[in-house]
């Protein structure tokens, strides 16, 4: 089956960037989407397609793609990003596969 | 704006079957598909299965063959059954409408609802 990979956890102090990576085989030929879940919330759309916002999103919220890896940057990090994040791609069976998820903390 | 609501009961006896049903708001449910993720306490999320509004669905094969699901279409309502449950099925369940079947995303999220698997 196929396997999404996150880091477990990424820490940085307010106003830097944050990258988050979400490796897989072939993920370059995938449509990859992100969500963002804060404690005791549904999770929320904030990337789809790589690097399309819903709206409301921010624009310090984007997204990329290059070789096996795909990143979610949020750049100037606020303490209300604080949160989990989770990758999210279709296998070739049809399947819908989730990263571990990432837990974002703001110093 | 699209809403979903997912209710049901919280506790559910082992080997028995866990029902869910999910109440769309402000969209049709016979337009495109959607989706049932689950989140066990302190974990990630798990991907159930889809529905699309013609009613065919697809399931993760993980659950073995437990899960159904089945739209009601006069209710604007979704429904889920996991029989045989076990411990291991105690989670946040989570409807979800989702876009373009096979490559897309999922948006809005209802706001789940916890199912403990006890006796």
């Known amino acids: 089956s196929y396997v999404l990979t996150q880091p477990p956890s990424v820490s940085l102090a307010p106003g830097r960037t944050a990258t988050i990576a979400c490796g897989g085989d072939n993920i370059e030929r995938k449509s990859v989407h992100w969500y963002q879940q804060k404690p005791g919330q549904a999770p929320v759309l904030v990337i789809y397609?790589?690097?399309d916002r819903p709206s409301g999103i921010p624009e310090r919220f984007s997204g990329s793609i290059s070789g096996k890896t795909a990143t979610l940057t949020i750049s100037r990090v606020e303490a209300g990003d604080e949160a989990d994040y989770y990758c999210?791609?279709?296998?070739?069976?049809?399947?819908?596969?989730f990263g571990g998820g990432t837990k974002l903390t703001v110093l | 704006q699209v809403q979903l609501q997912e209710s049901g009961p919280g506790l559910v006896r082992p080997s028995e079957t866990l029902s869910l049903t999910c109440t769309v708001s402000g969209a049709s449910i016979t337009n495109l598909y959607y989706t049932w993720i689950r989140q066990p306490p302190g974990k990630g999320l798990e991907w159930i299965g889809y529905?699309?509004?013609?009613?065919?669905?697809n399931y993760n094969p993980s659950l073995k063959g437990r899960v159904t699901m089945s739209l009601d279409t006069s209710k604007n309502q979704l429904s889920l059954n996991l029989n045989s449950v076990t411990a291991a099925d105690t989670a946040v369940y989570y409807c979800?409408?989702?876009?373009?079947?096979?490559?897309?995303?999922?948006?809005?999220w209802g706001q789940g609802t916890l199912v403990t698997v006890s006796s």
């Open positions: 397609h790589e690097n």
């Open positions: 999210q791609v279709w296998d070739d069976d049809g399947v819908v596969v």
């Open positions: 979800a409408r989702g876009y373009q079947l096979l490559a897309g995303w999922f948006a809005p």
């Open positions: 529905i699309y509004h013609s009613g065919s669905a």
